[in-house]
């Protein structure tokens, strides 16, 4: 079956640093994404990882462990408008008919 | 415009209604997907499209119908309803298919559905 877990919510203050974790279970492994989705609006991309190891981009830096079937998102600096749900989803691999599978996101409240 | 437009934004029908979820991608993508976006669920793929041919249906129950007349757009018909069929619907392009390849879906801000 596919599974993906990430935690349902956390919170933050401004400037702080915050992880979000993402566990997966699925037939194959093509890759992973992480999607930002502010309420009302449309989910946006924000990184994609297929081998082990960090990537950086800006204050966002994704990592992924393909043995451990586990990445997770940091989010540095944080700021008000980093509030969102943070969406980790999987590719399963070579299957044309499938698109991405997604968790259930992680909703993030940064305050000040 | 660029990237993926959904229209309407908002859309309430009777349970005895026709209605049609309109999407259109301005990216050049060859791939086109539906996903149904429901309160404390994971985002559902309803329907995926490549140039224009339906790659899967998802199980989906049939009173929603997709058309993909050519890769730019994409259509849901939509047809004596539900009232648990009420949710977010979210049209979504990429490249190629995601599947089979890295391209990142970039999603329209999707229809807000009311089924009553």
């Known amino acids: 079956g596919q599974n993906i877990d990430q935690p349902t919510e956390m919170t933050a203050t401004e400037g702080a640093i915050v992880q979000i974790n993402c566990t997966y279970q699925?037939?194959?492994?093509?890759?992973l994404f992480w999607y930002q989705q502010h309420a009302g609006e449309a989910p946006t991309f924000l990184s994609y990882?297929?081998?082990?190891g960090l990537e950086e981009k800006g204050r966002f830096s994704s990592f992924l462990s393909r043995s451990k079937g586990y990445s997770y998102l940091l989010l540095k600096e944080l700021q008000m408008k980093d509030s969102a749900s943070y969406l980790c989803?999987?590719?399963?691999?070579?299957?044309?008919?499938?698109?991405?599978?997604f968790g259930k996101g992680t909703t993030l409240s940064v305050s000040s | 415009e660029t990237g993926v437009t959904q229209t309407p934004r908002h859309l309430v029908m009777g349970m005895t209604n026709k209605k049609s979820l309109k999407c259109e991608q301005h990216?050049?993508?060859?791939?086109m997907y539906w996903y149904k976006q429901s309160a404390k669920k994971p985002l559902e793929l309803m329907f995926v499209?490549?140039?224009?041919?339906?790659?899967e249906n998802n199980s989906v129950p049939s009173r929603f119908s997709p058309e993909c007349p050519n890769s730019s757009h994409l259509f849901l018909h939509l047809h004596t309803l539900q009232p648990e069929d009420s949710a977010l619907y979210l049209c979504?392009?990429?490249?190629?298919?995601?599947?089979?390849?890295?391209?990142?879906?970039?999603f329209g801000n999707g229809t807000r559905l009311t089924v009553t």
């Open positions: 979504a392009s990429s490249q190629d298919l995601a599947g089979l390849s890295n391209s990142p879906l970039h």
């Open positions: 699925t037939s194959g492994f093509n890759g």
């Open positions: 990882n297929v081998l082990d």
């Open positions: 989803a999987v590719t399963p691999r070579g299957q044309a008919g499938t698109a991405l599978i």
């Open positions: 990216l050049g993508h060859n791939a």
């Open positions: 499209y490549s140039l224009e041919e339906r790659v």
